[in-house]
């Protein structure tokens, strides 16, 4: 997910890992219900814990770049006793390989949502439950069972922090807002458009075919056909000469923006908020079509040597001082309601700007990231897999 430049810096990356374990599970969202109705993954039947112990003493993590951040990680020790340790990692992939074989000496991973159902599937992580983490009712609905971390309505991970992919562009260029993704595609913008540099781009393409060309019958922009996938492919060679760069970190597109080199760009919002600050005449919207987002989740390892302090850590992020805390410090947003107060209280009009405070239809504007796998919704083994998106990427980008 992230390669962290100083604090708020970072990028989300995702590779292989455990395609191949995943490619014959089912997919399909259920939100009425709650999380995904995949098949069952090796730990479902293993039950979580019904309280919480005395604390081990120690907690061994593994999380992106200043997840563990001395801010909230020392009033955390100083309360529960938990010393933590953790260990920084650059990419999703590094993540799955870390947790291989349910953890063993590693507690807890800050897992992506292109990265959590590969851990589910291949048994690294189990269930968790919800019980144990008061805060946990305070959850934007949505994050109480996303798809990416909770399957047959099971838990696998507590949700943590998330954001939008939003189109960013330059207002006095665009004096009224983009209303659609297709000007990141118009040929009349050639080489003043940048996007994110990973194969997660090929679903914000086959988002906006989703609607551009409904024949394509395009429903999840995850679950792909090897038509439709190509259709996504085609769009996205046909738009790299309109790219100045794509971008792998927030700083690479900020520095864009900033010297004119692009009006238009995918981007999150911690770089509109940034640009902003320093002046720069840019906006950001979410066109018709909706966006892609991501989603981090605290997840626990089959193998975890210390479950009581991860229990306590769990409820320790998830609190709204905490969780205020982490989306100020990297410019995400948090997914407990009541954090919108604690953004306030430290930075004025931040909730807004982080859409903190988004209503529930909000979400249905955002296709969160999950792990494309060979399957789809109704059983037939005829979507794209992870691996098939890697190779496209390379020879979109090469």
Request: proline fraction near 6%; glycine fraction near 10%; aromatic fraction near 12%.
């Amino acid at each position: 997910m992230r390669s962290t430049e100083g604090p708020a810096v970072w990028v989300r990356l995702g590779t292989l890992g455990a395609a191949a374990l995943i490619a014959v599970t089912a997919c399909g969202s259920n939100t009425s219900t709650g999380g995904s109705t995949a098949a069952p993954p090796p730990t479902a039947g293993m039950k979580p814990q019904t309280s919480i112990g005395t604390g081990e003493g120690q907690l061994n993590l593994i999380a992106w770049e200043g997840y563990t951040d001395d801010s909230w990680v020392k009033p955390f020790t100083a309360a529960t006793g938990c010393v933590v340790n953790h260990k920084y990692a650059g990419t999703s992939d590094e993540m799955f390989t870390l947790m291989d074989g349910g953890g063993g000496q590693y507690d807890m991973v800050s897992a992506s949502g292109n990265a959590s159902i590969r851990l589910i599937y291949a048994g690294d992580v189990k269930p968790m439950n919800t019980a144990l983490i008061p805060d946990f009712n305070d959850f934007q609905t949505y994050f109480k069972a996303p798809d990416y971390n909770t399957i047959g309505g099971i838990h696998y991970g507590i949700s943590l922090q998330w954001g939008p992919n939003v189109l960013l562009y330059n207002t006095k260029k665009f004096p009224i807002a983009p209303t659609s993704w297709s000007v990141i595609y118009d040929k009349q913008y050639s080489g003043l458009v940048t996007v994110y540099g990973d194969s997660m781009t090929i679903a914000d393409a086959a988002l906006y075919l989703a609607k551009a060309q409904p024949n394509l019958g395009i429903k999840d922009p995850y679950e792909l056909t090897q038509k439709q996938f190509d259709a996504a492919v085609a769009l996205l060679k046909q738009q790299k000469p309109l790219i100045n760069k794509y971008w792998g970190s927030a700083t690479d597109e900020i520095s864009l923006f900033q010297n004119n080199d692009v009006y238009l760009g995918a981007a999150w919002p911690y770089q509109t908020i940034q640009l902003k600050l320093a002046g720069a005449p840019v906006a950001e919207t979410i066109p018709v079509e909706g966006a892609t987002g991501w989603g981090d989740t605290w997840m626990l390892g089959t193998k975890a040597p210390h479950p009581n302090c991860a229990y306590m850590w769990t409820k320790w992020v998830s609190t709204p001082t905490v969780q205020a805390e982490q989306a100020l410090f990297f410019g995400e947003t948090p997914v407990n309601t009541k954090a919108c107060a604690e953004m306030e209280k430290q930075s004025a009009g931040s909730c807004a700007q982080y859409h903190a405070d988004a209503a529930g239809t909000y979400f249905n504007t955002i296709k969160f990231w999950k792990t494309p796998i060979a399957t789809c919704p109704d059983g037939t083994n005829n979507c794209v897999p992870y691996a098939q998106w890697l190779t496209a990427w390379t020879s979109i980008t090469g």
